[in-house]
């Protein structure tokens, strides 16, 4: 599987960012679909986490009631609405995909075999 993230961008505090993730291959809607973020000078990190079901999302707490994680299987694409940026949102932000299908979001790392290239979001004013 390919997965092509875009979306990112340079913003003010306070806008909006909506990223994409197209992913390439078969059984889209049998995985589990992630985001993370590597900020500069830190270890890339959890963001959100869709089911393969689409019936659960998790996210970390800094993003939490301000991203939201979609996905649109017949366009095979996982979406991250960004609110209310902040400067600290700064980061590389990358899709993922669980190394195994129909397994629960998950915000460990290691459990995600397929990333994308990551695309760059820049919040500052």
């Known amino acids: 599987v390919q997965l092509q993230a875009s979306g990112g961008g340079h913003v003010r505090p306070g806008d909006s960012l909506k990223l994409s993730c197209v992913a390439s291959?078969?059984?889209?809607?049998?995985?589990?679909w992630g985001w993370f973020r590597q900020r500069p000078g830190k270890e890339r990190e959890f963001v959100a986490a869709?089911?393969?079901?689409?019936?659960?999302?998790d996210y970390a707490e800094p993003v939490k009631g301000r991203f939201t994680i979609s996905r649109d299987t017949s366009e095979n694409t996982v979406y991250l609405q960004m609110n209310s940026l902040k400067p600290e949102d700064t980061a590389v932000y990358y899709c993922?995909?669980?190394?195994?299908?129909?397994?629960?979001?998950?915000?460990?790392?290691?459990?995600?075999?397929?990333w994308g290239q990551g695309t760059l979001v820049t919040v500052s004013s």
């Open positions: 993922a995909r669980r190394r195994t299908d129909l397994q629960p979001t998950a915000r460990n790392l290691s459990l995600y075999g397929a």
């Open positions: 291959g078969p059984n889209f809607s049998r995985y589990t």
């Open positions: 869709i089911s393969w079901t689409g019936n659960s999302r």
